[in-house]
């Protein structure tokens, strides 16, 4: 007797009904902008802060919550945006908002990358396209 293996073809996007394979990957609440990522990453950075100051088994040491920290900031990528004080009893964040609001106009331009970066100090020099 030989067995008959009926071949059936495999289950596509298409005959799921969704439009594409990112669709799929994605929630419908993931953040779509730069906005949206800021914001989700200030809530869960928000979260940690709220666990390291809570009274009963609170997140304590400078390695735990700087590795809450990390994977909040690697899921996000925007840990360039933050500025972070982490201690063993305390942890505070805060946007920094001059590098926020010089990547918003450099990227606002017609051109595709900017002229010069942003100025690091006013000891610096600055570059020849901003310093005529």
């Not at 994605?26 to 989700?40: C, G, K, M, T, V």
């Not at 809530?43 to 997140?59: F, G, K, M, N, S």
Request: charged share 25%.
């Amino acid at each position: 007797m030989t067995a008959t293996w009926l071949a059936s073809p495999l289950p596509s996007s298409r005959a799921s009904g969704s439009s594409s394979a990112a669709t799929e990957r994605s929630p419908a609440s993931a953040p779509r902008n730069r906005a949206d990522l800021l914001a989700a990453t200030e809530r869960d950075l928000a979260r940690i802060a709220a666990a390291v100051a809570r009274e009963r088994q609170p997140l304590r040491g400078k390695a735990d919550i700087g590795l809450e920290v990390g994977a909040v900031l690697d899921k996000h990528r925007m840990a360039k945006r933050f500025a972070l004080d982490i201690t063993d009893t305390r942890f505070s964040f805060a946007r920094k908002t001059s590098e926020i609001a010089w990547r918003r106009r450099s990227t606002a331009s017609t051109s595709c990358a900017p002229a010069c970066p942003p100025p690091l100090s006013t000891t610096l020099p600055q570059c020849a396209a901003t310093n005529p």
